[in-house]
């Protein structure tokens, strides 16, 4: 079937000339050909920021969102066709706006015209470097009937700042987690693939403010543009209609998204990122603590004396309650499990029922970093050792694949977790999204049932770079080098076939953006931590991180002078 996404995030269709003719979308190349007629031409547009019917654009001589400061910007320089095979001309062009969404449509420049002599062709076409707005790249063949091309890739060539790894790491995944923010809403769209305000993650656009936070307390943005991005998500969020003092995961225009949740867990990472990253700031968090006290945790306890994950679309019950309310909710071991509680905690100085002895229950990765990412891990006062158990987790990523032909090293490929699978050609629409983990309660989910080869989820390896620096660096280098991780390309997951042929979904998601940005900048910030300070400076956070730590657990935080 047609996929209508491109790997920056946009979409793509054909474009139709005088005659008749085809647009094959084939695995791996496109074929344009012209079937009747003279002087025809087929083709395919491309957009190069979100859906065309966003009206976004890339700039060419700063690739990066605004907010990213110009000595940190890189620029468009060229272009390089993969073609393998074609005959009559072909030519690009690059234009800005579009004649039935954003009128009106400019061509910014053309190029040559180019023979296609039968055969592989690569062709370099160098840009003039005021281009400016790019909205779409557009490429066809010309001729007559009998006349086509056969194209392999198309590339962008930019010219990038040189700095170490970890710094580009974090530069280049914020950079696409803040272009998937929208100033005028303040939210942050669930992926590049959605127009502004079509497909909004509450979650993420809390995690936003945070990563903004971490960008400018790491020299990437300035205060005046972090603070921007905080108030605005701010004024955004606090707006939101709630279920019993509960927010919707995704949204649309502001409401809830119908057959979605009311969702505690990400209610509970919205709030607990924003009211960090507004003390960083210095902004006032009263409005946004009073959400968090606010919120009915009564009506969230369960039978089992856990806290419900939420409530469904229309509010009328909560999401367990079809199973009488007694099974269910965050009880399992993990993070989640301990940040619903983290902020009971806060709110009310109780915590609700909730396993705390290893493992989780399918040892998808995030699960056992997402709380570090907002709070040092503790010593709890169950008994967990955090950073001993984190260490304990991450050696089991790493040795899970350790014996693997392709992912064993060096360097070694790692990382199960959840996210999108890496060839969505190939699985139902409702097993898209899954939970890949080394196991725990169930059994492990490495992909190879479902798809018939074992994925890698880059971003748990970005979350767990503190702990593990020269693996991580090792497989992200690996990344780059098979350009799978760009100034401009993510890889949400990927996995080998037997024929060594690497399968890539180049999702950008801002939930695992988010997760891949701020794990990186832990390791970048150290013991300077911006989050970890403000938990500690907000009386709120404070009283609760230290009512869910041990009494005989230490742990330090930063002491900054400002």
Sequence with gaps: SFWFHNRLGGDRGAIEGPGSGNVIFGEGMVTAQINSGTDSLRGVWTALNHPIRDCSSLDFTAIFPPQIKPEFQGRVTGLRVHIHDGQGQFQVILQNGESSHCPPQVTKWTSATVALTGGAQELFLSLPLDLGEIGHLNW?????????????????IVEIPQFDLPHRAFLWSYAMLLANWDSDSGFTRDSAYFTANEFDNVSASGM????????????????????????????????LPR???VWPHFIKDGQIISGTEWSSIDSVIALIALIEARQALDLNTIQVTEVLTGIDWPALILGNGSISHGFVTDCSERL??????????????????????????AATGNVANFDHTPPTFNGSGFIDELGWLLAPPPCDRWGTNWHTYRQQAVNRQLDYYQKHSDYGGPPRLFGLSAAEVPDLSIVASSQIYQAFGVGGEIPPNDGSTLLGYPVIIPHYAAMVASLQPTQTMAFWQWLETKRLFTALNNTESLMITT????????????????????GWGRLLA??????????????LLRQGYIWMRGPTCKSYFPIITR
Excluded at 208 to 223: C, D, K, P, Y
Excluded at 500 to 517: P, Y
Excluded at 531 to 537: G, N, P, R, T, V
Aim: charged letters at 15%; a negative charge; aromatic letters at 10%.
């Design 526 to 539: 150290g013991s300077d931590h911006p989050l970890y300070q403000s938990l500690w400076d907000v009386a």
């Design 499 to 518: 024929d060594e042929q690497i399968v890539w979904n180049a999702l950008k998601g801002s939930w695992n953006l988010s997760l891949q940005t701020l």
């Design 320 to 345: 367990e309650d079809k199973d009488g309310g007694v099974t269910g909710g965050w009880h399992d071991f993990g993070t989640e499990s301990w940040l619903v509680n983290w902020a009971y905690a």
């Design 208 to 239: 936003q403010a945070a990563a903004a936070v971490m960008a400018w307390r790491l020299g990437f943005i300035s205060e005046a543009s972090a603070t921007e991005i905080v108030v605005k998500t701010s004024q955004a969020l606090l707006a």
């Design 243 to 245: 279920c019993h003092g």
């Design 140 to 156: 066809q063949v010309m001729g007559n009937a009998g006349n086509f091309v056969v194209v392999d890739r198309v590339e962008l």
